[in-house]
């Protein structure tokens, strides 16, 4: 087995890893996975547990008796309190509870009896695939690790869909690669004592929305207070972001508590209309110990910055490559610094607000509140009514909006509305995807539809667990380009107890036309000064990525010559490289490009590690 790995760089916050039964036929399936530079984690037997990359840092375990357990990442659990689980572990079941009651984001791997369970967080932060290797169930924490053991390579069809915009849920969730498992992230992996067996367990489930603000922030803020002390407690120097935003400026202020040293971080936009500058100034104000650091807007990465040279790898596309070299300029600053993690406030946007899909149901729970609500929601989003209404009596299943959005995929873009208040926005291919690609999505929605259930029968949960698990698949891949960087990145928001106790509060009191995220100005009262609260806008960076497309376009040009998607017959590359001439045209404003770069570029890099290793390898 090639180890992508090895050579690719890693670091603190990169953790990863393989999982085996304790059993000879396992063992012997885990020796292929020891590659120079990863470490083992050995059963009581001898036998491998877990293979893989990991810092001293990120791991925690225990053995007691026919038990062990293991969590790796970031979870604030001693060795003593791991010891003492392990030792009163009888079900594996029990854990549930348990897991949900660490802060932190982690992966936690536990073995009794024969059996093993693997499971990563609910928010899809971190992840679980397995797959069948010479007769024996083998888990990891990522895809193209167990692809590389199969020796199998991306599947057209699968590709096809990730050409899709956007990608709808199920479809998402399926691995690149055939032989490759996913487990969703709400369940558990468990491996019975044969080796083969497997089922997927359910250990989490949303909450019922039904907190009133007043009680639900306060714990808001407990919780989030103690994410940021998971990555804080332990003193040394941290890093945050300090776009001016509300989110950003949560964390800091958290994080300003702890025992660490803050340095805070701005980019400022290029549009003179932004005023994150201003707002991140007077939050920086109020934290005079804190270190501030604003770098000149004109060094700032745009976006499509860098896409030729990319080779991170990665076990998916990720739309997060437009952004990436934004996202990790400033980060070897901080390190130099002296920071040893870097908090963002990523997913605020996504647990603290939520979607106004809600009043879907709330249309006809509450008819005369809902009313008064869509009315200011028309106003504030320039909704127009015809669609509204249509889409207010639109009450189709999820499998039959999914299945149904195979007859729309070549439609112009429905209205916001449509999205905001629907399942979602249905998907769209678009002009230089060919024939042969439409027919593979097609097939895909279609076999999907048939059997597709959402996340949440209510479709405002549903649209707001999407979109967590939209985000915290570009977060995940981030998060892995930031390790090999050398300063791991971290974003307190998207911890599972942050986004169980934001969903336990009424949606009606977490969207509002008339309030700007008013469960996190709650729950940042008395933390963030009022002043820093006040703020009811939000920086778009419309300028940079304009700006971006039309710096870059030659780049984009080169990217679809000898283009690894035209050479499977997925996408016209003349259309694309006509298409890139125009930076300005009308079709490239709502980022509909942005699937196709995330799927070659992917493949682009997927083929230079794989010539890369090739060559390393080959006899002299």
């Known amino acids: 087995m090639t180890d992508l790995h090895a050579r690719a760089g890693t670091g603190p916050g990169d953790a990863h890893f393989a999982v085996f039964t304790d059993r000879a036929d396992a063992a012997a399936v885990a020796r292929s996975f020891a590659r120079p530079g990863t470490r083992t984690l050995a059963h009581a037997s001898g036998r491998p547990w877990l293979v893989g990359h990991w810092a001293d840092q990120e791991i925690v375990s225990a053995h007691a008796g026919s038990a062990a357990l293991a969590v790796i990442g970031c979870a604030p659990v001693a060795a003593a309190e791991l010891q003492r689980v392990a030792g009163s572990l009888r079900d594996l079941a029990t854990l549930d509870a348990w897991a949900r009651s660490l802060p932190g984001s982690f992966h936690l791997v536990a073995a009794l009896d024969g059996r093993i369970r693997v499971q990563g967080t609910a928010s899809g932060l971190r992840l679980v695939f397995h797959a069948l290797l010479d007769g024996t169930a083998v888990a990891a924490t990522r895809a193209d690790v167990l692809a590389a053991a199969l020796d199998v390579q991306p599947a057209p069809e699968r590709l096809a869909v990730r050409l899709l915009w956007p990608v709808p849920h199920p479809l998402l969730d399926e691995p690149l690669w055939p032989g490759v498992t996913a487990v969703a992230p709400h369940n558990a992996l468990i491996v019975a004592p044969d080796g083969r067996g497997v089922r997927h367990s359910p250990w989490w489930t949303p909450p019922e929305p039904v907190l009133p603000l007043r ?293 009606e009191e977490r969207v509002s036309p008339w309030r700007y995220k008013p469960l996190l100005t709650e729950a940042m009262r008395g933390v963030v000064p009022d002043d820093c609260l006040r703020r009811t806008t939000k920086a778009a960076a419309a300028m940079d990525a304009a700006d971006g497309l039309r710096r870059h376009r030659g780049d984009l040009m080169e990217l679809w010559e000898d283009s690894r998607l035209a050479r499977l017959g997925l996408v016209d590359a003349e259309a694309l490289r006509r298409l890139a001439e125009r930076p300005a045209t009308r079709d490239l404003r709502q980022a509909v490009l942005y699937s196709t770069i995330a799927v070659e570029v992917w493949l682009r890099a997927l083929d230079r590690r794989m010539h890369s290793m090739t060559t390393h390898d080959a006899p002299t």
């Open 215 to 507: 009680t639900g922030a306060p714990r808001v803020r407990e919780v989030l207070a103690e994410a940021v002390d998971a990555r804080t407690r332990h003193g040394g120097v941290v890093s945050c972001d300090l776009s001016g935003g509300l989110d950003s400026t949560s964390v800091c202020f958290l994080a300003d508590r702890s025992p660490a040293r803050v340095v805070a971080s701005t980019w400022p936009g290029r549009d003179p209309a932004d005023t994150d500058l201003y707002w991140a100034k007077r939050a920086a104000a109020a934290v005079p110990d804190v270190e501030h650091v604003v770098w000149d807007a004109e060094d700032s990465p745009l976006v499509y910055t860098g896409l030729l040279g990319i080779d991170d790898v990665l076990d998916e596309p990720t739309i997060g490559v437009m952004d990436r070299a934004r996202v990790l300029h400033h980060l070897p600053a901080m390190a130099e610094r002296g920071s040893r993690v870097h908090l963002t406030g990523i997913g605020g946007d996504h647990v603290a607000w939520c979607s106004e899909a809600y009043y879907h149901r709330l249309a006809r729970r509450r008819p005369l509140f809902a009313l008064r609500q869509l009315r200011g929601f028309k106003a504030l989003w320039q909704w127009p009514l015809l669609p509204l209404l249509s889409v207010l009596a639109d009450s189709r299943p999820y499998g039959t909006w999914l299945a149904d959005a195979e007859h729309r995929l070549r439609d112009p873009l429905p209205p916001a509305v449509v999205n905001s208040l629907g399942w979602g926005m249905s998907p769209r291919l678009f002009t230089w995807v060919t024939r042969d690609a439409e027919h593979m999505a097609r097939t895909a929605l279609r076999a999907t539809g048939r059997r597709a259930q959402p996340l949440h029968p209510d479709r405002g949960l549903h649209a707001d667990l999407e979109q967590i698990r939209d985000c915290t698949r570009i977060i995940r891949q981030w998060d892995h380009m930031a390790a090999r960087c050398g300063l791991p990145m971290a974003s307190p928001f998207l911890d599972d107890q942050v986004i169980t106790t934001c969903l336990a509060v009424r949606p």
